[in-house]
């Protein structure tokens, strides 16, 4: 499986940005995906999961409200629509993928659970 973030950017505090992620893989359809960010000196922390149909999401509790995980399965690729940014948002944003749905509700929110990440992209919000 291989991944490709795409879509940062610099952005002023309550603005906007979608970010897209792209995938391979022609069972693109049956991967859990999720992002995950990791500011400078932090560990890298979930933000937003999809389930495999796009039917079922997940959040972390800072972004609720905000944030809009969804995904296309004709084309491969997921997305994260961020409204009202923050300055606190600011990071390199990373999606992954659970391609055999092995993770539960628990686990799907640890990076370490991942075995597939793309290469980042950074975010910056500034006030």
């Known amino acids: 499986v291989q991944l490709q973030a795409s879509g940062g950017g610099l952005v002023q505090a309550g603005g906007s940005l979608r970010l897209s992620c792209a995938a391979s893989?022609?069972?693109?359809?049956?991967?859990?995906m999720a992002w995950f960010r990791q500011a400078p000196g932090k560990e890298r922390e979930f933000v937003a999961a999809i389930s495999p149909s796009g039917g079922t999401t997940d959040y972390e509790d800072s972004v609720k409200g905000r944030f809009t995980i969804s995904r296309d399965n004709t084309k491969n690729t997921m997305y994260l629509q961020m409204n009202s940014l923050k300055p606190e948002d600011t990071a390199v944003y990373y999606c992954?993928?659970?391609?055999?749905?092995?993770?539960?509700?628990?686990?799907?929110?640890?990076?370490?659970?991942?075995?597939?990440w793309g290469q980042g992209t950074l975010v910056t919000v500034s006030s």
């Open positions: 893989g022609r069972t693109f359809s049956s991967y859990l």
């Open positions: 992954t993928a659970d391609p055999e749905q092995r993770l539960g509700s628990l686990r799907r929110r640890i990076a370490a659970s991942y075995d597939y």
